[in-house]
């Protein structure tokens, strides 16, 4: 027998493989690596559909906008009413912004830019617009608009809410300023 030979039989080798508290620690770090990817992937869903109900809040209120923009700030004929004249009903027949004043889709009817009800996809959205007169040289003073000079009168401002189920998802406010129609 050598003396190395001698040796190993004094300190028998130590059995390979992990003890039942290593594999517990290993188990408790994976667990949790694995409940943390969980609640990731879970976030991320929830920003995902609210990114989606947010971009498509946008689109209906630029609907509105670009369909807001080629009409006159208030009917020429009819320069002293406000909102809606006679006979105007639906929003397709709005001539002039002052005539989207207090109107609302109802929920799955909202509107796209050529005024047209949109389809079935949206009927948990609605819109609604308010349109106010505004002094073109202090844009936050809410002015009446008969109380206006009429060189004053085409300068509103348009604010459009979008929601979703009743609750409001996004707004958008935007100054429409037109020149006098009046004006030579």
């Known amino acids: 027998m050598t003396p190395f030979t ?5 300190h028998p080798a130590r059995a390979r493989g992990f003890t039942l508290v290593e594999a517990a620690i290993t188990t408790v770090i994976i667990g949790v690596g694995c409940v943390a990817l969980l609640e990731l992937l879970g976030a991320g869903t929830v920003a995902n559909k609210e990114s989606a109900q947010l971009t498509t809040a946008m689109n209906l209120a630029g609907n509105v906008r670009e369909a807001m923009s080629s009409l006159y700030y208030s009917d020429p004929t009819a320069s002293t009413h406000w909102g809606p004249e006679t006979g105007e009903t639906a929003v397709s027949a709005f001539d002039d912004l002052d005539d989207f004043d207090g ?3 109802s929920p799955g009817n909202p509107i796209d830019a050529r005024r047209a009800r949109l389809s079935n996809d949206y009927a948990a ?3 609604s617009i308010k349109v106010e007169s505004i002094n073109p040289a202090n844009l936050q003073a809410t002015i009446s608009h ?4 009429p060189d004053q009168r085409p300068t509103c401002r348009v604010t459009v809410t979008v929601s979703h189920h009743g609750h409001t998802v996004y707004t958008q406010t ?3 300023a037109y020149a006098d129609p009046s004006s030579p």
Request: net charge positive; proline share 0%.
């Open 125 to 127: 959205w609605a819109q």
């Open 6 to 10: 001698a040796q190993r039989r004094r």
């Open 103 to 105: 109107w609302s889709s």
């Open 174 to 176: 935007w100054i429409a």
């Open 146 to 149: 008969l109380t206006l000079a």
